[in-house]
């Protein structure tokens, strides 16, 4: 039983890491908000609503996320420290490549959005109902997602430096998202192996 309990307690830690490394993927690729000028009344008006709503995004990501971090374990379990990744992930988490040939674009998008899909809905399902069969689905579309994000970095990277650039924000974006994604299947791989059933 004390194994168990173990298991699950590494869970925890997985899909709070992952959840920290998300928000800080989306703080990377959407940046910090800034009050934006304009040519005139309107266009200002505008760049402040947007940097409003900029803040209260942030906000309400870091918020969520800090609830699940120091909730007490008696009211969030492991299962449930899934959800602040999966809620950024679900807004925040999709990556695109684009490689000079437009079907294998449209292949690998194709692939890669069908395991977006998977991870969501069985995510969000595998919470409520915690169904060990979506759990195992989520985390294998997890790793099949992680590796499409690996991939296509390599990819993007071989021809960055084909053209002599190099995005240093990039990379530690891409990462996070990589590793995030790569903490989510352990905890639910490990979740669905588990035995105890309980959080």
Known sequence: MASSNKKISWVHIFFLIAGLLLV????LTEGV???????NFFESVA??????????????????????????DASVGATKALAPALLVFTLFGTYSMELGNDTANRIITSLA???FTLIVLCGFTFIFLRKKVLGTIFAWAC?????FVGVSYLALMIMAAIDGSFDVKFLFS??????????????????????????
């Open 24 to 27: 800080i993927y989306y703080l």
């Open 33 to 39: 908000p800034s009050v934006s000028g304009g040519k």
């Open 47 to 72: 760049g402040v609503i947007e940097f409003v709503a900029a803040i209260v995004i942030i906000i309400i990501v870091i918020g969520f996320y800090c609830y699940y971090l120091f909730s007490p």
């Open 113 to 115: 959005d069908v395991c």
């Open 143 to 147: 790793l099949v997602y992680a590796i």
């Open 174 to 199: 891409t990462m996070c998202l990589f590793f995030a994604l790569g903490l989510m299947f352990a905890g639910g791989y490990r979740i669905c192996r588990s035995k105890a059933w309980t959080d």
